[in-house]
């Protein structure tokens, strides 16, 4: 019976060879599509995953209630962490964690590496499984280091390095330490990566601010005890916020901020580790935000609905020219279920074979897909007994929906009819009019998707941000000389160079450079009986110059002021927090009541993200603090030969250190990757979807001419002309893509729009989007069909009458 299913099967398939061929390429290009995107999508959901207590391990948070709303912060105070374990009940273990980066020395190598600052507790919390050594034992002495296997290499070679010693420069000082474990490089699914791991106590500044609750600048992540639930711990930390922030929540109370619904101005929270790939503070809020992997899941399952429709349509077209064949069989005493699977199994072999050439086909593409979208996923992503299982159960449902609908339809007609050739069900064509509608939906909704998400990159490519991104290279500072005499060391080297326009630097970068590290610095001080918060950033003079930053009022640093130390500069946004008029040589009381003035207040500029509002900042000299960038403006000219004066003069000044310049320009087109990503992932997903959508609609044209072959030569003979056969045949089809369009407009729009809300600066959202993806549908839907309609219609129409 098998055999004989399986011959008549390859016989059918056969005999509709160009059906066949077109199922299987369409529904091998879903899979292709659905294997690469799923990968991607597990990969990313697969983040952090790895650790063994990972369900039980938070990172903690606050909220606090201020006048303007609430707002989420995820830093905390040195003493926070001990006090918290001692105090409130519930805390298995816990333990600080403050990344940044460090000068490794030893002989004469001089290598830049990320160092992590924490506690011993950090080891027993997460897995990061040792080689030699016991990390937690490493880090419990301030003169002890743990390296994982690649920096380990890069210092000492392939020579033992336990027991060896390297110096660290730490806050300006040399310092030794001695290898005490060697850990496995740290997978690339991890958030939390490091190459060098110390004890919290070599933090810089620790000893000067280990008591203080006022200063905020680690992360604190826990485990609880069994029993305990995040909301039980949550609660259980109340009245340690009141105790411990007692001045903040008197000062919130003084400004006119309202509790929350727990008459809470500080509420501590906990944040799931496991997520925090995803976490987000929208809305002065901590929470989750998965969007980017189920969008990834999202257009891959519309892809493969789009090409199970195909086969659902084209199924029920080629196989009602079987009709007689079904009634004789069951003449002959063939059972509903008999049938059911011979026209299933039909179905099964044209989805295995597809899926094979998807998976043999996403093999060959994974390289460049995984360069295109900057992944480190594999099929191993895809190996896991959970992934496995649902691409089984997925594959199963989607051949006993595409295939067994059909199959039930054909198996269920009634013996008298079939015998007679007609086709009873869907007389009118109804579910195939409705799968192409919701087809050409989906279409139009991953095209004006596409539209509004490049023009969203384009503006925020393109918007002025108060600043030169286009001629100032940034460089970090990143060797182990002081900072300060390092800058003044490259602008001797570029002096006297033309193509050197000025060099200043800062504390901070502006994007993301090619260290890839990213920090603020923020605080609050009291001002006219409220407290005000600002970043602050720490410049060096004419760094407004080299930058381009223009003065709305007053003026900037000054060599020739001597007092400038105990001067300030503000941007118009903290102008407006602290009043907004005649700031111009107001005074303020900073930092243990020393009085700073205000001599210049800077246009806005966007210093953040562009997804964010521009915040108050404020510009300090401080002498006592180090730099971690430069910034070099060049001419315009030649900016390649300009980044090479600037790269050889850094060689003379740190021979020994990496070169890690890059243009501002860059460093924001970074700061962009993952719109970069989403746009190209809905672009590709439209292109696939309507090439799709046109291959169902170009099958279903074929059926349909063939079925009204004789109507066709009829009109012809009786004068009809080819465009008006042409718009006959077509005109049926176009009147779903436009039902498509109506149906999903307001559908697009809702979309877009929540997704723009996510963006302080967006682009107005215009119909004429949805309008162009709707035109772009039809346009590509009536090319598709005149390729044979118009071919129909100037064949002769003796063909199709011989027969009459």
Not at 637 to 645: I, K, R, T
Request: aromatic fraction near 10%.
């Amino acid at each position: 019976m098998i055999r004989n299913y399986f011959k008549i099967a390859l016989r059918n398939l056969w005999k509709h060879k160009t059906f066949t061929m077109l199922n299987i390429m369409g529904l091998s290009v879903a899979f292709v599509v659905a294997i690469l995107l799923s990968m991607t999508a597990i990969y990313e959901l697969s983040y952090n995953k790895f650790h063994k207590k990972s369900d039980n391990t938070y990172l903690l948070y606050s909220t606090q209630q201020t006048p303007k709303g609430p707002e989420g912060s995820i830093v905390n105070p040195m003493p926070l962490a001990g006090a918290l374990k001692e105090e409130v009940p519930g805390v298995a273990s816990i333990t600080r964690h403050l990344e940044t980066s460090v000068v490794a020395t030893s002989g004469d190598k001089e290598i830049y590496f990320d160092i992590l600052y924490t506690d011993p507790d950090f080891f027993s919390i997460f897995t990061f499984p040792e080689i030699q050594g016991n990390a937690g034992h490493a880090i419990q002495s301030k003169a002890s280091v743990a390296l994982t296997q690649r920096s380990a290499k890069a210092m000492f070679g392939d020579e033992d390095a336990m027991g060896k010693t390297l110096m660290l420069t730490i806050g300006g000082k040399e310092k030794p330490f001695t290898v005490a474990a060697i850990l496995k490089d740290i997978t690339k699914q991890s958030s939390i990566d490091f190459e060098i791991a110390v004890s919290f106590a070599n933090a810089p500044r620790y000893h000067e601010i280990k008591d203080k609750w006022d200063h905020w600048n680690h992360e604190v992540y826990l485990t609880l005890e069994k029993g305990v639930s995040a909301k039980k711990f949550e609660e259980n930390t109340r009245a340690f916020s009141n105790l411990h922030f007692a001045d903040d929540i008197n000062k919130l109370k003084r400004d006119g901020a309202k509790p929350d619904s727990n008459g809470q101005y500080i509420q501590m929270g906990l944040f799931p580790f496991k997520d925090l790939r995803f976490i987000t503070s929208a809305n002065g809020t901590v929470s989750v935000n998965k969007t980017y992997p189920y969008l990834i899941l999202g257009v891959a399952a519309l892809i493969l609905f789009i090409a199970c429709v195909n086969f659902i349509n084209m199924s029920i077209g080629t196989n009602a020219g079987r009709l007689r064949e079904i009634g004789v069989r069951k003449t002959l005493g063939a059972e509903k279920k008999q049938l059911f699977f011979q026209f299933w199994s039909e179905s099964v072999f044209v989805f295995l074979t597809a899926l094979i050439l998807g998976i043999l086909f996403s093999n060959i593409l994974l390289p460049p897909f995984k360069t295109l979208f900057r992944t480190g996923a594999t099929f191993i992503n895809l190996t896991s007994p959970a992934s496995l299982l649902c691409f089984i159960l997925a594959f199963t449902a989607i051949t006993l929906l595409a295939g067994g609908y059909p199959a039930y339809i054909l198996s269920k007609l009634k013996t008298v009819l079939t015998l007679k050739g007609s086709l009873s069900v869907d007389r009118k064509n109804r579910l195939r009019n409705v799968l192409v509608v919701v087809q050409f939906s989906l279409a139009i909704l991953l095209i004006s998707s596409t539209l509004v998400l490049h023009s969203q990159l384009r503006f925020m490519m393109g918007k002025d941000l108060g600043f030169n991104k286009e001629q100032v290279i940034s460089l970090p500072l990143n060797g182990k000389k002081d900072s300060r005499l390092v800058v003044n060391l490259l602008r001797n080297e570029l002096s006297g160079k033309p193509d050197i326009l000025s060099i200043s630097a800062a504390d901070s970068n502006l994007g993301l450079g090619r260290d890839g590290i990213r920090s603020t610095s923020a605080f609050g001080f009291d001002y006219k009986g409220k407290e005000v918060k600002t970043n602050i950033l720490v410049v060096d003079y004419d760094y407004l110059k080299t930058l381009d930053i223009q003065l709305a009022a007053g003026r900037s640093f000054d060599r020739n002021f001597s007092r400038d130390s105990l001067s300030l500069i503000i941007n118009e946004s903290m102008a407006n927090e602290m009043g907004g008029k005649d700031l111009l040589n107001t005074t303020v009381s900073l930092f243990d009541s020393t009085q700073y003035t205000v001599v210049g207040i800077v246009k806005d500029y966007h210093f953040q993200d562009l997804n964010q509002a521009i915040q108050p900042i404020t510009f300090f000299l401080n002498a006592d603090k180090s730099f971690d960038y430069a910034y070099v403006k060049v001419s315009p000219e030649n900016p390649v030969q300009s980044l090479s004066a600037v790269e050889k003069a850094w060689k003379k000044v740190e021979p020994n250190t990496e070169f890690l310049g890059s243009y501002l320009d860059e460093n924001i087109n970074r700061t962009l990757d993952r719109e970069k990503i989403m746009t190209t992932i809905i672009t590709c997903g439209s292109i696939i979807a309507i090439v799709l959508s046109c291959i169902g609609i170009f099958a279903i044209s074929l059926l349909t001419i063939a079925q009204r072959a004789k109507e066709i030569g009829i009109r012809k003979v009786v004068g009809a002309g080819i465009s008006t056969i042409t718009v006959l045949l077509s005109k049926d089809f176009l009147k779903l893509v436009v039902i498509a369009f109506v149906v999903i407009t307001p559908v697009s729009w809702w979309l877009m729009k929540s997704w723009l809300q996510n963006y302080s600066y967006r682009i107005d959202l215009s119909p004429w989007f949805f309008i162009a993806a709707g035109a772009i549908a039809t346009l590509i839907a009536f090319a598709t069909l005149s390729i044979r309609t118009i071919k129909a219609a100037v064949e002769n129409p003796v063909k199709a009458l011989k027969n009459e």
